[in-house]
């Protein structure tokens, strides 16, 4: 006869023999009743572990674990999934289309415009923040002024508004037109009355030649220029003259040390 | 098709049961057990290996609920306040495993040994099957079954080791 082990002795517990194994042991455990005593505490809890979580298998089965109802439900997204595809692909056609139609419409804009728009759009938004206006905090503008040039990839120093009576709050990175360098930087300067102005910065447009712009946009006053280095647009909601004599200052000083750069004019 | 449908639903009583055991929440369960379903039924035609059908569905079961441990412990884990006993006082006569006491002692065990446990005395599978559900040798399993009844039979309060000679 082969030998009880505690594996035996398990496996019969478990009801796992066949019935010559059980009634080997059942022999052996006649005349082992500490040992028997041990199988009927395995079975107890076997029992124990049945009363406990056997009634979960006996109760109603929910529509939604019904396999038809599951199987039923897949093939109707797959069909669904198919149509939508079906439609992308007609809607990407019609896209498409139009776009190549409207060409010369879209380019019609000019990138001063785009830009101008950013600019008063990242003016809103950020002008209305109080804890988080700025990335990095005028108090920095050594930083302030290596990092942002870095980003732009232009020299970019920080006008002193000093004498308009602003002062700078800070400056951020923002993400700008893919096709205009991709990206733009952010300084918002505050006068002791809490109004604020920003200033908009880019790398220097392809074509890099020299504009000016002003604009009021949605209650916003815009000045924008460009030059052979960077573009910028200055954006407040101060009145005409101010925005002016801001702007003014603005450009001089980025201005400096330009080749050939053009006198202001307004 | 359809024959394969009706095999999937006669399988899922023991499903639900099984998932309640390991998740003792019954919304848990029932959620875990949908997505094993769905994810068999997606798959039928692909993936479904050789082999008893309902040892597939628990190996699918038993992965998610895994994968779902596995976030649960980066999250915070939920617990359903049924789920918690009451304290309870050592059953009264020696011998009778009290149930909460049990349920608890469940709850201790390592998850492998739980697995293996519930599949064993739960369901009733044999050694063979829960081995392959769990992909394990043979002998790991059993020594996961000793190493949990030992575990449960200390929790419970119910005297160590009866001295098991081995004998010819």
Redesign the interface.
């Given at each position: 006869?082969s030998?009880?082990?505690?594996?035996t002795?398990?496996?019969y517990a478990?009801?796992?023999l066949d019935n010559a194994g059980r009634q080997h042991v059942d022999a052996?455990l006649t005349a082992?009743p500490?040992?028997a005593?041990?199988i009927?505490?395995?079975q107890?809890?076997?029992d124990?572990?049945?009363?406990?979580?056997?009634p979960?298998?006996?109760?109603p089965?929910?529509a939604?674990?019904?396999?038809?109802r599951?199987?039923a439900e897949?093939s109707r997204h797959r069909r669904g999934a198919v149509g939508w595809a079906a439609a992308a692909v007609i809607l990407l056609g019609v896209g498409l289309g139009a776009g190549w139609f409207l060409r010369p419409v879209l380019d019609s804009r000019p990138p001063s415009a785009t830009l101008i728009a950013d600019a008063i759009n990242a003016h809103t938004v950020y002008v209305a923040e109080n804890r988080h206006a700025v990335e990095v905090g005028g108090e920095d503008s050594e930083h302030l002024t290596s990092w942002l040039s870095n980003r732009l990839e232009t020299q970019l120093g920080m006008p002193n508004l000093d004498a308009e009576g602003f002062s700078l709050v800070g400056g951020r990175l923002l993400p700008g037109e893919p096709e205009l360098g991709g990206r733009a930087a952010q300084l918002m300067y505050e006068s002791a009355d809490k109004e604020r102005v920003t200033i908009y910065v880019t790398a220097a447009l392809p074509d890099g030649q020299p504009a000016y712009e002003f604009t009021r946009y949605d209650g916003a006053e815009a000045f924008y220029w460009a030059n052979e280095r960077i573009t910028c647009t200055v954006v407040g909601t101060l009145p005409e003259e101010r925005m002016k004599a801001l702007s003014r200052a603005v450009y001089t000083q980025l201005t400096e040390g330009d080749d050939g750069r053009e006198r202001y004019r307004s | 098709m359809s024959d394969f449908l009706d095999q999937v639903e006669t399988c899922v009583p023991a499903l639900r049961r099984y998932a309640r055991a390991l998740t003792r929440n019954a919304d848990l369960a029932d959620d875990l057990v949908q997505d094993c379903l769905e994810r068999a039924i997606s798959r039928q035609g692909l993936f479904r290996p050789r082999g008893p059908l309902r040892a597939w569905l628990f190996t699918i079961l038993l992965n998610l609920h895994r994968n779902a441990l596995r976030s649960s412990r980066r999250r915070g884990q939920e617990v359903d306040i049924e789920a918690i006993e009451e304290p309870s006082t050592p059953a009264p006569q020696p011998g009778h495993i009290a149930l909460a006491e049990m349920a608890r002692a469940i709850e201790t065990l390592p998850a492998e040994q739980k697995e293996a446990l519930l599949l064993i005395a739960l369901e009733g599978l044999s050694y063979q099957e829960a081995a392959d559900i769990l992909k394990i040798p043979l002998g790991t399993l059993m020594s996961r079954l000793g190493r949990a009844r030992a575990a449960l039979r200390a929790a419970t309060g119910t005297p160590s080791e009866p001295h098991l000679r081995t004998v010819k």
């Open positions: 006869m030998e009880i082990n505690r594996d002795l398990m496996a478990d009801g796992q052996y082992n500490d040992t005593a041990e009927a505490l395995m107890r809890q076997s124990a572990i049945r009363t406990l979580f056997a979960a298998g006996a109760e089965v929910p939604r674990l019904k396999p038809r599951i199987a897949q | -």
